[in-house]
């Protein structure tokens, strides 16, 4: 039923979600494991490798640092990717995807989540949006630590190997692809009965700032934004957001070691934004002088 394709750079955590699926899945499923320490291929093309070497007809994209904690989950899933219109499930996501630089996920009031996220030690359970009631909400993106989708979708909607030449994106992108169709809706799988662990928060590198950038102009600015239907928002509040996202992503990128950080803000500068929009140019400036002293100084 379910071919569980990981991307793998730990032996001990595959060893660890290996006998952790196989105990709590509950339905017929192979694991296609790719050992990825030394080839460092990019994550687009082993996922789409293992898809092509998978046997069923769900496929199940999932990284090596989670838990399931609930068991026979492998029947909620799919009993809804059954649904002819079902797109990707995930556990975390947005309801909507601004025309701005950004990752999955763009406010707290759009985004869903339902699962259990570490942080330090501890775990936190995280609920984001979402209704008992309904065991899947519909959003636009979906986050990479876990997607599921039919094996008859994924081939029309491969991960896209010539643009995404990293480790970042890909989700986003993949889950933009199958949303922009208008034919398929994607979820966030909300139910009690698939109660999932995640180990890590990201990381917001210099490669992601990159990828990020190039999936924005070369492919997705022209279709964006793009919202789940019946989600409201007023042009006032969406510009807000715009220059809310568009200020946090200058946040991460000032913090990593992107070289062309001048013409990324040079663009935020000149985007007809609010008021507030000057405040936050003036503190990026401020940052940019601040991160570029502190590497001066190394150097």
């Given at each position: 039923m379910f071919s569980i394709i990981i991307c793998s750079i730990s032996p001990e955590r595959l060893s660890q979600l290996k006998a952790n699926i196989q105990k709590t899945i509950g339905v017929e499923h192979e694991i296609i494991a790719f050992d990825n320490r030394e080839k460092r291929y990019?994550?687009?093309?082993v996922y789409n490798e293992g898809a092509r070497q998978a046997r069923y007809p769900y496929l199940f994209f999932v990284h090596e640092d989670v838990l399931f904690h609930s068991e026979n989950w492998g029947e909620v899933i799919a009993g809804k990717l059954k649904e002819p219109d079902c797109g990707v499930i995930g556990f975390v996501g947005s309801k909507m995807k601004l025309k701005v630089y950004s990752g999955w996920m763009?406010?707290?009031?759009d985004r869903c989540g339902f699962l259990y996220q570490r942080v330090g030690?501890?775990?936190?359970?995280?609920?984001?949006n979402v209704l008992l009631e309904h065991p899947f909400e519909e959003v636009i993106t979906v986050d990479g630590l876990g997607m599921f989708v039919r094996k008859q979708l994924w081939e029309k909607y491969p991960f896209d190997e010539k643009m995404l030449t990293g480790f970042h994106c890909y989700d986003l992108d993949f889950s933009l692809q199958i949303a922009?169709?208008?034919?398929y809706k994607n979820y966030i799988c909300t139910s009690p009965k698939v109660l999932i662990e995640h180990f890590s928060l990201g990381n917001f590198d210099c490669q992601w700032v990159e990828n990020t950038i190039r999936m924005h102009k070369q492919k997705w600015n022209a279709f964006l934004p793009l919202k789940v239907p019946g989600y409201k928002i007023s042009k006032s509040q969406e510009k807000k957001l715009t220059e809310r996202c568009f200020?946090?992503?200058?946040?991460?990128?000032?913090?990593?070691?992107?070289?062309h950080k001048l013409t990324v803000m040079k663009e935020f500068m000149l985007c007809?934004?609010?008021w507030k929009h000057f405040g936050h140019c003036w503190a990026h400036l401020f940052?940019?002088?601040k991160y570029n002293h502190r590497t001066l100084q190394k150097q």
């Open positions: 990019p994550i687009a093309r763009q406010s707290g009031e030690k501890n775990a936190e359970f995280c609920a984001f922009a169709t208008k034919q200020s946090n992503f200058m946040r991460h990128m000032l913090k990593s070691d992107y070289p007809p934004f609010s940052r940019y002088i």
